[in-house]
């Protein structure tokens, strides 16, 4: 069956980093795009971006400058490495593939 699962999601101060990981099992991240969105409490759930099969990716104007996708084939695991992060970007992160998704991940930006 496919899975999911993201991972690396925590607390983390204004201008600090943290790398999200999207682990994918029954599904391979070479022959699928895979896309980044997320949804803060009481928020309509937002596109972050996304990488295709192939490998290139895309962002949201939002986080364009601050957020990277990129991708490990052979580990069939999609990142997304998010610096300077800001109390706006607080959320929990999910990944989808095709019609599947991850169970998401909590990021909370705080002092």
Wanted: glycine share 14%; net charge positive.
């Amino acid at each position: 069956q496919v899975q999911l699962v993201e991972s690396g999601g925590g607390l983390v101060q204004p201008g600090g980093s943290l790398t999200l990981s999207c682990s994918a099992s029954g599904i391979d991240v070479s022959l699928y795009g895979t896309d980044w969105y997320r949804q803060a409490p009481g928020k309509q759930r937002e596109a972050v971006g996304g990488i295709t099969g192939g490998g290139t990716p895309n962002y949201a104007l939002s986080v364009k400058v601050r957020f990277t996708i990129s991708k490990d084939n052979a580990k069939n695991t999609v990142y997304l490495q998010m610096n300077n992060l800001k109390s706006e970007d607080t959320a929990v992160y999910y990944c989808k593939m095709f019609t599947f998704w991850g169970q998401g991940t909590q990021v909370t930006v705080s002092s």
